[in-house]
Nanobody, 121 residues
Framework: HLEESGGGLVQPGESLRLSCALD????????IGWFRQAPGKEREGISS????????YYADAMEARFTISVDNDVYRVYLQIADLKPEDTGIYHC????????????????WGQGTQVSVSS
């Protein structure tokens, strides 16, 4: 399964590193994507990374403050978020897919439960 961690309550301007653990995953997966869903809004794609090549893809306007990375030694994918803003508040999910990196959620068959990020002063 996929398990996210690293969320929490932070103040504007702070940073967080979210982690997606791929422990026990026995899937023919190619890429991992990060998505978020803010209260009352639709799910939004952030970034994706290919596990083997580490090639990345970022949705428009996401590349500036978001950095995706993978540590294949510990089988985890990370999402670093810099300069957090109140509008970053939401549940952040990672998902496993079998295609090249994309933030199209329909390309991902397996999803974690999510980790809550709350940004407030």
């Amino acid at each position: 399964h996929l398990e996210e961690s690293g969320g929490g309550l932070v103040q504007p301007g702070e940073s967080l590193r979210l982690s997606c653990a791929l422990d026990g995953v026995n899937l023919d997966i190619y890429s991992i994507g990060w998505f978020r869903q803010a209260p009352g809004k639709e799910r939004e794609g952030i970034s994706s990374i290919a596990l083997s090549t580490e090639s990345t893809y970022y949705a428009d306007a996401m590349e500036a403050r978001f950095t995706i990375s993978v540590d294949n030694d510990v089988y985890r994918v990370y999402l670093q978020i810099a300069d957090l803003k109140p509008e970053d508040t939401g549940i952040y999910h990672c998902a496993a897919g079998a295609t090249m990196p994309t933030t199209d959620p329909t390309q991902y068959a397996h999803w974690g439960q999510g980790t809550q990020v709350s940004v407030s002063s």
